[in-house]
């Protein structure tokens, strides 16, 4: 049952928010369906590629500062969740964001999942500029009346070249090859089939398989393409292929995709530019660590900001030396600036007391287990199995259980033996500790 959060009229054809509680289904959140949790209702603001102007970045904060907690909380897919909203404020918000263009389609706003190389074009690593690509892709998806269906779970990638949001596990993936040619990965991984596209086409390609997709699906509840029939996971590239004028090559390709995100600090790149990569502890982003970037962007970059799938920021277009100062400035703020903080790879779902289905208050745990270190896996704690914005590729996994926590050490599909370490904070720091490979 859906409950109206707000009487507040909304434009014609514009839906009112609602409130959702978690119940079956696709219970993923967005901005004008609303979930409860017990820290009050929670809202996903889906931010394309993680881009936003300066401009955009202050109207987010003031949304939480006036309806919600005063936090912006990152997500692993680069998008932004305001927590503690009032129960009245949906329709207040969903106005906001409108006005803001930070919803620009109603129908369309849970389908907007799309994460891209943090980086590209500002250093020398990726293979050709994929700006582009996000904009259109966008512009397509909001136009696509069969898209409307796609879950708030579906995601697209977009890759430079250089493997990073290659290896997140998306559903479609589009990765450059140079500034010609690219690849679709259709399905998540190395299971993920390869489809050769010409770069210009890329995006619409993206969208007709993400089309194709809905046609072959068996029903609502199929929101992921490892989630089809085995027959209809099987014709999808093909049926893909087919739709969008592409050739399948006659023998199935290979394409290693790395997993490495990019390490914090400062990122030189091409015209005498710098990039500042910095990481969000836990994710969170205080009202005064938001306005330390978003003040940086504006005053010495070139007031963007770009949220990355690792709980990151990135702000683009500074010079060489007010860059130095401006990451200590940053560091000043609690942000992670380099490889050697001890919040370097760390992350946690919000646990307990916003979360009831939490077994525990993950982040503070998180955050006694703390060590200097010098070599680390990622961790994520997790309050409950469900592991919410847990990371890809190898790390080290730790869920709360009424036995106390479970350590185990992940590398793509394979999981090591797990540990249960008792809950007492040093005995459970040291075992996270060994399970990262940390020196300290």
């Given amino acids: 049952m859906l409950a109206a959060m707000s009487a507040t009229a909304d434009s014609p054809g514009s839906p009112a928010a609602v409130v959702v509680p978690r119940t079956g289904g696709d219970a993923c959140p967005g901005t004008l369906r609303l979930h409860r949790a017990d820290d009050g209702a929670l809202a996903r603001v889906r931010i394309p590629g993680g881009v936003l102007t300066a401009g955009r970045a202050r109207i987010l904060l003031d949304a939480a500062d006036r309806l919600g907690d005063g936090e912006l909380h990152l997500t692993s897919r680069g998008n932004i969740q305001l927590r503690g909203l009032r129960g009245d404020c949906g329709g207040e918000l969903a106005e906001l964001l409108r006005t803001a263009g930070l919803l620009p389609s109603d129908r369309h706003e849970r389908a907007r999942n799309v994460v891209a190389s943090p980086l590209a074009g500002l250093d020398a690593f990726g293979r050709a500029g994929i700006r582009p690509w996000l904009t259109e892709l966008d512009a397509l998806l909001c136009a696509s009346e069969r898209a409307e269906a796609l879950s708030g779970r579906f995601l697209f990638a977009l890759d430079d070249g250089r493997g990073d949001v290659d290896a997140l596990g998306a559903d479609l993936t589009?990765?450059?090859?140079?500034?010609?040619?690219?690849?679709?990965?259709?399905?998540?991984?190395?299971?993920?089939?390869?489809?050769?596209?010409?770069?210009?086409s890329a995006p619409r390609a993206a969208l007709l398989a993400a089309e194709t997709f809905l046609d072959l699906a068996a029903g609502p509840d199929v929101w992921r393409i490892s989630g089809l029939p085995g027959a209809a996971r099987a014709a999808l590239p093909a049926e893909a292929a087919r739709r969008a004028g592409l050739?399948?090559?006659?023998?199935?390709?290979?394409?290693?995709?790395?997993?490495?995100?990019?390490?914090?600090?400062?990122?030189?790149?091409?015209?005498?530019?710098?990039?500042?990569?910095?990481?969000?502890?836990?994710?969170?982003?205080t009202g005064a660590r938001w306005r330390a970037l978003v003040e940086t962007a504006e005053r010495l970059g070139s007031g963007e900001l770009r949220c990355t799938p690792w709980r990151g920021v990135v702000v683009p277009g500074l010079a060489a030396g007010p860059a130095r100062q401006a990451l200590d400035a940053l560091a000043g703020a609690g942000?992670?600036?380099?490889?050697?903080?001890?919040?370097?790879?760390?992350?946690?779902?919000?646990?307990?007391?916003?979360?009831?289905?939490?077994?525990?208050?993950?982040?503070?745990?998180a955050e006694a287990a703390l060590k200097p270190v010098h070599a680390r896996l990622p961790v994520h704690w997790s309050g409950c199995e469900r592991r919410c914005g847990h990371p890809h590729g190898e790390w080290v996994d730790v869920v709360a259980t009424p036995e106390g926590h479970r350590v185990t050490r992940v590398r793509g599909e394979v999981r090591d033996t797990p540990v249960t370490v008792p809950d007492d904070p040093a005995a459970l720091a040291a075992a996270v500790a060994t399970a990262r490979g940390v020196r300290t």
């Fill in 174 to 200: 589009l990765i450059a090859l140079d500034d010609e040619r690219a690849l679709l990965r259709i399905g998540p991984g190395a299971t993920g089939a390869l489809l050769p596209v010409p770069f210009a």
């Fill in 247 to 285: 050739v399948p090559p006659p023998e199935p390709l290979a394409h290693r995709a790395t997993s490495a995100p990019p390490e914090p600090g400062a990122v030189t790149g091409p015209h005498g530019r710098t990039a500042l990569h910095v990481g969000v502890p836990m994710g969170r982003l």
């Fill in 335 to 365: 942000l992670v600036t380099g490889p050697d903080s001890p919040w370097a790879g760390v992350g946690a779902c919000v646990g307990r007391p916003g979360c009831a289905k939490s077994l525990a208050d993950v982040r503070a745990e």
